[in-house]
T-cell receptor, first 113, second 115 residues
Framework: GENVEQHPSTLSVQEGDSAVIKCTYSDSASNYFPWYKQELGKRPQLIID?????GEKKDQRIAVTLNKTAKHFSLHITETQPEDSAVYFCAASNGAGDDKIIFGKGTRLHILP | EAGVAQSPRYKIIEKRQSVAFWCNPISGHATLYWYQQILGQGPKLLIQFQNNGVVDDSQLPKDRFSAERLKGVDSTLKIQPAKLEDSAVYLC?????????????FGEGSWLTVV
């Protein structure tokens, strides 16, 4: 089955700097890759997603890149702000009928003042 | 639009007791998921329903966990008997259908502590 690895587990960056979180997946049939943000005690919320027919997608300060050959995808946050502090989860879905979405273990992002 | 509703939000039980969680998905969403999220980890899929049928329950510990989705709307997840390692947040989520790329919307979760 699909396995999603996420790195780093913890990331601290100065406010205004960029943050990058990386994920790899094992199932070459995976074709949908969402990213969720979870603030302390709150539900995970989708912040951006990418499909396998696209190499990059951007939404304001957030961008996601996908390398299908290497089976890895990354989240980039530019000009980080205090409200970006949260746990971020990557996920992968194979879309092969059962459409399970498998999550990584998460990255705790701290934005330092 | 109303989100995914879950209850109770918090529950503390002793080991070997039973507990049930309820979920009401977003109106019109055919697919419903139960995830278990242990502190510091990502959500782990327990069971996935398409309408009132089970699509995947390969990670559900069937000796103690059960779930149903009667009439294809609300769902309940039951644990009996509970173990200490069941302490986690149980997240219900829904999406419009099973096609890959449909956004999954999560509820606020039911926090379970087993003592």
């Amino acid at each position: 089955g699909e396995n999603v690895e996420q790195h780093p587990s913890t990331l601290s960056v100065q406010e205004g700097d960029s943050a990058v979180i990386k994920c790899t997946y094992s199932d070459s049939a995976s074709n949908y890759f969402p990213w969720y943000k979870q603030e302390l005690g709150k539900r995970p919320q989708l912040i951006i997603d990418i499909r396998s027919n696209v190499g990059e997608k951007k939404d304001q300060r957030i961008a996601v890149t996908l390398n299908k050959t290497a089976k890895h995808f990354s989240l980039h946050i530019t000009e980080t702000q205090p409200e970006d502090s949260a746990v971020y989860f990557c996920a992968a879905s194979n879309g092969a009928g059962d459409d399970k979405i498998i999550f990584g273990k998460g990255t705790r992002l701290h934005i330092l003042p | 639009e109303a989100g995914v509703a879950q209850s109770p939000r918090y529950k503390i039980i002793e080991k070997r007791q039973s507990v049930a969680f309820w979920c009401n998905p977003i109106s019109g969403h055919a697919t419903l998921y139960w995830y278990q999220q242990i502190l510091g980890q990502g959500p782990k899929l327990l069971i996935q329903f398409q309408n009132n049928g089970v699509v995947d329950d390969s990670q559900l510990p069937k000796d103690r966990f059960s779930a149903e989705r009667l009439k294809g709307v609300d769902s309940t997840l039951k644990i009996q008997p509970a173990k200490l390692e069941d302490s986690a947040v149980y997240l219900c989520a829904s999406s419009q259908n099973r096609v890959a790329g449909n956004t999954i919307y999560f509820g606020e979760g039911s926090w379970l502590t087993v003592v």
